[in-house]
């Protein structure tokens, strides 16, 4: 069974552009999950989604935004980049909600913003 | 609001010998998950092992083990016959029951030496 992929692996973007981060969850799970890790701030969770429903929002401003489709995958956007955006972007799938679910991560894509 | 704390950024062990990852917790829910993430250098994250907070076994993986007391918030990892492999960043994390949020901790760096 194939794992968790993330589209694209490596990204560099300018201040003021916007991006679209992919991530194609394993077969047969419905949810995702979003997080950001940069040196700083460490593992921040950024949105869940099940069943094309958002059902978690992070602390996070307004430009990140998200979606899933039916097939599952998911999308995130984040707008008017700012340096501060710069990190690793990891994505989690699993079947359903809740801890006896595991958490399945991709390999994260990079965005460096400049 | 939940938190995780992690109070050592770095440990470093001997090839074959134990050690001990600290990590202590912060919540108010009655059902919760405590997971034990590995973070090699290729920056994919692993699950390690997990514990249900209303089972009062300590959970075992192989060579990986907690102790898991509740009253005292507190939940480390031990590692027992250190592997070359082992080296890498370890996250304790939380979850919330009836979510797939995870709240991470700040990490320690788990080097170990031939």
């Known amino acids: 069974k194939a794992g968790v992929t993330q589209t694209p692996r490596y990204l560099i973007k300018t201040r003021g552009q916007q991006v679209t981060l992919s991530c194609s969850p394993i077969?047969?799970?419905?949810?995702v999950s979003w997080y950001q890790q940069t040196p700083g701030q460490g593992l921040q969770f950024l949105f869940e989604y099940f069943s094309e429903t958002q059902r978690n929002k992070g602390n996070f401003p307004g430009r990140f935004s998200g979606r899933q489709f039916s097939n599952s995958r998911s999308e995130m956007n984040v707008s008017t980049l700012e340096l501060g955006d710069s990190a690793l972007y990891l994505c989690?799938?699993?079947?359903?909600?809740?801890?006896?679910?595991?958490?399945?991560f991709g390999p994260g894509t990079r965005l460096t913003v400049t | 609001a939940q938190t995780v704390t992690q109070s050592q950024p770095e440990m470093s062990v001997q090839e074959a010998e134990t050690v001990t990852l600290s990590c202590t917790y912060d919540?108010?829910?009655?059902?919760?998950?405590l997971f034990w993430y590995k973070q090699p250098p290729s920056r994919q994250m692993i699950l390690v092992i997990r514990q249900e907070a209303y089972k009062q076994q300590n959970a075992t993986e192989n060579r990986f083990s907690v102790n898991f007391q509740k009253a005292a918030k507190s939940f480390s990892l031990k590692i027992s016959d250190s592997q070359l492999g082992d080296a890498a960043m370890y996250f304790c994390a939380y979850l919330a029951g009836a979510t797939n949020k995870l709240i991470f901790g700040t990490g320690t760096l788990l080097a170990v030496q031939p």
């Open positions: 077969s047969g799970h419905r949810s």
């Open positions: 989690a799938s699993s079947l359903a909600i809740g801890g006896t679910y595991e958490q399945y």
């Open positions: 919540t108010s829910e009655s059902d919760y998950y």
